[in-house]
Every structure is written in structure tokens, then in C-alpha cells.
């Protein structure tokens, strides 16, 4: 039988994940405050590494919702 409530270490877990989400959202805030007016391929190659921690993060996150019982069918409109 599957349990209607998360346990407290789920809700704890998506916590954390969230927290690591904020925080990937944060750093890619700095970066786009300091961003110079041309980007150099530095800068693309941080941005890059960035979107993809921003991603990672948000799909961990999802994961750990899905787990605490917090699954949705969808976010996009009909």
C-alpha cells in the first residue's frame, strides 16, 4: 500500500534539492550581473556550464517532489 504522506526524510530531500536549485539560480544571477557588454568565449563556456547546473538542479528537484508525493501532470496549458 503506498503511503498518502511523504515521510520526513522525503520532504527533507526536497528540501535540500530546492535549496541546491536556489542556489544554482543565484550563481547564474552573479554571472549575469558581471557579464561584460560582449561576451568572450569564456563567458559562453561559464554560461554554459551554468545552464546546465540550473538544469541538473531543477530535474533533481523534480525528482525529489515526485517522491514526496508532490507529482504533477503538467504545467503547460491545453
Not at 22 to 40: D, K
Not at 48 to 58: G, I, K, N, P, V
Amino acid at each position: 500500500m503506498t503511503d498518502l504522506y511523504p515521510t520526513a526524510d522525503e520532504r527533507e530531500l526536497l528540501r535540500q534539492a530546492a535549496a541546491a536549485h536556489t542556489a544554482a539560480v543565484r550563481e547564474s544571477e552573479a554571472f549575469l550581473r558581471r557579464l561584460p557588454e560582449v561576451p568572450g568565449p569564456a563567458d559562453l563556456a561559464e554560461y554554459a556550464s551554468l545552464l546546465t547546473r540550473e538544469e541538473q538542479t531543477r530535474a533533481d528537484r523534480q525528482a525529489a517532489a515526485d517522491a514526496a508525493g508532490l507529482a504533477i501532470a503538467s504545467l503547460e496549458a491545453e
